[in-house]
C-alpha cells in the first residue's frame, strides 16, 4: 500500500432516487470531505437520517457517490485488494445463524486468504479482548445481540485490516463491553490501523477519536479537532456587542470555537481555568465588546447540541 | 485470469460452500428426507429381496437426492435474505465464486441425499436399482441440482429474469438431450421415467419457488409438493406405451 491516506473524501454526494412516485429524491450526503490516516481514529457523530451509515457505506463501496470523490488507499477505484484491507463491521451484524462462532470468524478469516493457522494468535487475541471464549462453541442464532455485536467486530478485524469502518458498533453493547471495543480499536489505530467509527455514544467517541466530525442532514456541521478533543473547560463569551467583522475575528482567533446564537463557546485546553486577563489579552482590537460570561465544563453534547441548532438555523 | 483473482475465487467458494452445508446439515431436512425416503421405501411393499428392480426405487433415490438439493437451495434464500451474502460480497469476495460455492454445495447435498436413500435401501434389506440405473440417476441428480442452483445463483452476477431464463432453458435442453444419453439398451419403463423427471423439473422448481416464497409453507410441505408432481409426471411417463397403443388403436 502507498502512504496516501486510508480513505479520502472529497465533496462526496450521495442522492437515493425516489422510492415513490411523486416522492423526491433523498439527498443522503451533501458535499462532504473528510480525510481518515493511518493510525487516526475519526469519529463520526450526527441525529438519525443524518447520513453516517450512507457514508459508511460509501466507504466500504456499497454505494456510488452521485458526485465527488472516494479514494481508497490513494486509489479512485476500490480495487479486489483493497477491499481485502477493509474491516466493515456493519450497524446490523449480518452473520449466518447457523454457523458456530468459531466457524463464522474462520469462515472471514479464510476470505481473506489466510489460513487458520496464520491467524490462529490474532483470533485468540480477539476472542480475549472481546469476550467471546464462552461462546466460541455456540451458534450464532443462539447468542445475545450483544454477543452477535462483538463477534461482527472480531470477524471485521481478524485479518488485521488496514481500514476499520464501525457503523454503531457500540449501541447494542454492555459498558464492559463499550469500554473493551473502544480499547481494542485504539490498539488497532496504534497498530497503525486508519479507524472510522459512527455512534450516538458521544462519551464513547470522545474518549476514543482523535477528531470528530458532526453530520447534519448530509453535511458536516460541525469538526472537533485534537485540541478541541482535549479541553476540559469551555469559555463561554457573549458577542452581543460585536459587529459582524467583531464576531469574525473572535472566532479566527480561538480556533475550534463556535457559535452558539449569542454567545462563542470556546474550548480551553490549558489544565488551569482561564482568568479575565488571559483571555482578553487575547482578544483581537475588534471584538474587545465581547463579554467573559461564565467558564463551564467542555461537553461534546453541548457542542453536538450547538451544531444541529446552528445547521438548522443555516438551512 | 490473474492468480490473485483464482485464488480469490476459490477462497470464496470454498467459504460459501461451507456456510451452506453447515446450514442444510443443521437445519432438520435431513431428517425430512431420510423420513421421505423411507415412507416411499415401504410404500413399493410388494417387492421382496431378489425380486426384479422395482423402477419406484429409482424414484426414491431421485426424489430423496432432489428434496437434498431443495433443502439446499433454501439455505441460498436464507443466507440472501438474512444480509449474510451482502457481508461476504462487501468483504470483497466475488459474486462468482458465490455462486460456484453455493452450486457446488447443492451438488453435494444432493450427493449424499443419494447415498442416504441407498443406504436406507440396503438397511431395509432391499435389492438396490442396478448399477447402471443408480448411475444414470445421481448424474441426473447432480445435473439437476448443480443447473438449478448454479441458475439460481448465477442471479448474483446476472439480472435475476436472464438467470431464471437461463435456467429453465438448461432444464429443457438438458431433459431432451440426457434422454438420447441414456446407453442403448435402458428399459423404455427407465428411459420414461427419467425423461419424466427432468420434464417435471421446471414445474415443480417454479411450484416450489412459489410455495415457499408466498404460501410460507414448511420445508417438508415443498418436497411433498415436489415428489407429489414428479410422480404424477412420472406415473403418466411410465403408461406412456400404454397411452400410446391405445390412443393408436383409438385412431
Known amino acids: ?38 493510525g487516526q481514529v475519526l469519529g463520526l457523530a450526527g441525529p438519525n437520517g443524518a447520513g453516517k451509515t450512507s457514508l459508511i457505506e460509501l466507504c466500504v463501496g456499497a454505494l456510488r457517490p452521485t458526485s465527488g470523490a472516494v479514494e481508497w488507499f490513494g486509489r479512485a477505484r476500490l480495487e479486489a485488494r483493497a477491499k481485502d484491507q477493509i474491516g466493515f463491521c456493519p450497524d446490523v451484524a449480518l452473520l449466518p445463524a447457523t454457523l458456530r462462532t468459531s466457524e463464522a470468524i474462520s469462515v ?11 491467524v490462529s494468535r490474532r483470533v485468540s487475541y480477539l476472542v480475549e479482548r472481546l469476550d467471546l471464549a464462552d461462546s466460541l462453541s455456540r451458534r450464532i442464532g443462539t447468542l445475545s445481540r450483544g454477543t452477535v455485536q462483538r463477534l461482527s467486530i472480531a470477524c471485521a478485524l481478524v485479518p488485521s485490516p488496514a481500514l476499520v469502518l464501525c457503523d454503531e458498533s457500540f449501541a447494542p453493547l454492555d459498558p464492559v463491553a463499550q469500554v473493551a471495543l473502544r480499547s ?49 473547560n469551555c469559555v463561554v463569551l457573549g458577542v452581543e456587542a460585536l459587529d459582524a467583522d467583531g464576531a469574525v ?67 | 485470469m490473474t492468480a490473485y483473482r483464482a485464488q480469490r475465487l476459490w477462497l470464496t467458494s470454498a467459504a460459501a460452500g461451507r456456510i451452506y452445508w453447515r446450514r442444510w446439515i443443521r437445519s432438520r431436512d435431513p431428517l425430512a428426507v431420510l423420513v ?94 442396478s448399477a447402471d440405473t443408480l448411475i444414470v440417476l445421481a448424474g441426473g441428480c447432480v445435473a439437476a441440482a448443480g443447473t ?6 448465477m442471479s448474483l452476477v446476472l439480472p435475476k429474469d436472464t438467470a431464471a431464463v437461463l435456467g429453465v432453458l438448461a432444464l429443457v435442453f438438458g431433459a431432451s438431450a440426457f434422454d438420447r444419453w441414456l446407453p442403448p439398451g435402458t428399459p423404455e419403463s427407465v428411459r420414461a421415467l427419467v425423461h419424466g ?50 390412443t393408436r388403436s383409438e385412431g
Open chain 2, 36 to 129: 421421505f425416503a423411507g415412507i416411499l421405501c415401504f410404500y413399493d411393499a410388494s417387492a421382496k429381496a431378489g425380486d426384479t428392480p422395482s423402477p419406484w426405487w429409482s424414484i426414491v433415490v431421485f426424489l430423496a437426492a432432489w428434496s437434498g438439493f431443495l433443502a439446499g437451495y433454501d439455505t441460498y434464500e436464507r443466507l440472501r435474505s438474512d444480509g449474510s451474502l451482502r457481508l461476504i460480497v462487501l468483504r470483497g469476495a466475488p459474486r462468482l465464486g458465490i455462486a460456484l460455492g453455493f452450486a457446488g454445495a447443492a451438488t453435494a447435498t444432493a450427493l449424499l441425499a443419494v447415498a442416504l436413500a441407498v443406504m436406507f435401501l440396503l438397511l431395509t434389506g432391499r435389492t438396490v436399482v
Open chain 1, 1 to 38: 500500500m502507498s502512504n496516501a491516506p486510508a480513505l479520502v473524501l472529497r465533496d462526496v454526494a450521495v442522492t437515493y432516487a425516489a422510492s415513490a412516485r411523486g416522492a423526491q429524491p433523498v439527498k443522503a450526503l451533501r458535499g462532504v470531505s473528510l480525510t481518515v490516516a493511518a
Open chain 1, 184 to 232: 481494542l480499536l485504539h490498539d488497532e489505530a496504534a497498530r497503525g490501523a486508519a479507524v472510522l467509527v459512527s455512534s450516538h455514544q458521544l462519551d464513547q467517541l470522545g474518549r476514543l477519536a482523535d477528531e470528530i466530525v458532526v453530520l447534519n442532514a448530509g453535511r458536516v456541521a460541525r469538526y472537533a479537532g485534537p485540541r478541541v478533543l482535549e479541553a476540559k
Open chain 1, 108 to 118: 472471514f478469516a479464510a476470505l481473506s486468504g489466510l489460513t487458520m493457522a496464520a
Open chain 1, 249 to 315: 475575528a473572535l472566532q479566527t482567533a480561538f480556533p475550534g470555537s463556535w457559535m452558539a446564537g449569542d454567545v462563542l463557546r470556546v474550548p480551553w485546553v490549558a489544565d488551569d481555568r482561564p482568568t479575565v486577563e488571559t483571555l482578553f489579552g487575547r482578544l483581537p482590537h475588534n471584538a474587545r465588546g465581547a463579554q467573559l460570561l461564565r467558564v463551564e465544563e467542555f461537553s461534546l453534547e453541548q457542542m453536538f447540541l450547538d451544531a444541529l441548532a446552528s445547521h438548522e438555523g443555516d438551512s
Open chain 2, 148 to 153: 438449478v442452483t448454479y441458475a439460481q445463483c
Open chain 2, 197 to 246: 423427471l427432468w420434464s417435471s423439473i421446471p414445474t415443480t422448481y417454479r411450484l416450489s419457488q412459489f410455495a415457499a416464497g408466498h404460501a410460507r409453507v414448511s420445508n417438508v410441505a415443498v418436497m411433498l409438493l415436489q415428489a407429489g408432481v414428479g410422480l404424477a409426471a412420472c406415473g403418466l411417463l411410465l403408461n406412456r406405451p400404454a397411452l400410446l397403443a391405445r
